[in-house]
């Protein structure tokens, strides 16, 4: 049973440039989590303001932007790029998960690859980092 959840993430440094951290995980534990059945791996539980599916059309292409919020995205289908100041790029696809915070500076450049949408989950959150990496 998978222990951690791997994640990259996308953030601004102190000058605003946007950058990529890739091979981070959250750390599950095993958690009563829905009793009486037995126990599951549960990552920390931390408060969202927010959720919402997105549907981001063929052929998009997002010039440099920030984050609207900290939020975290869920890929269900369909393959998204994201771009970054010194010019590293993030595939996202079914899948994979992207942490973004780069909400101050130049942002970074978001596309859809492929012949169709791209569908995710966001949730947002309003804490600096909604948890610690572990390895990477």
Request: net charge negative; hydrophobic share 45%.
């Amino acid at each position: 049973m998978a222990t951690s959840i791997a994640y990259v993430r996308l953030f601004a440094d102190a000058a605003g440039a946007s950058h990529i951290e890739r091979d981070l995980h959250i750390r599950l534990e095993p958690t009563n989590f829905v009793p009486p059945a037995p126990s599951i791996h549960v990552s920390a539980l931390l408060p969202a303001t927010a959720c919402a599916f997105l549907s981001v059309p063929i052929a998009y292409f997002g010039d440099w932007h920030p984050s609207p919020k900290c939020q975290w995205l869920f890929f269900l289908s369909g393959q998204m790029e994201f771009e970054v100041s010194d010019g590293a790029r993030f595939l996202g696809v079914p899948g994979s998960t992207v942490l973004l915070e780069d909400v101050v500076g130049q942002g970074h450049r978001s596309r859809v690859v492929g012949d169709e949408a791209a569908i995710m989950a966001a949730v947002q959150f309003q804490v600096d980092r909604p948890a610690e990496p572990v390895g990477g």
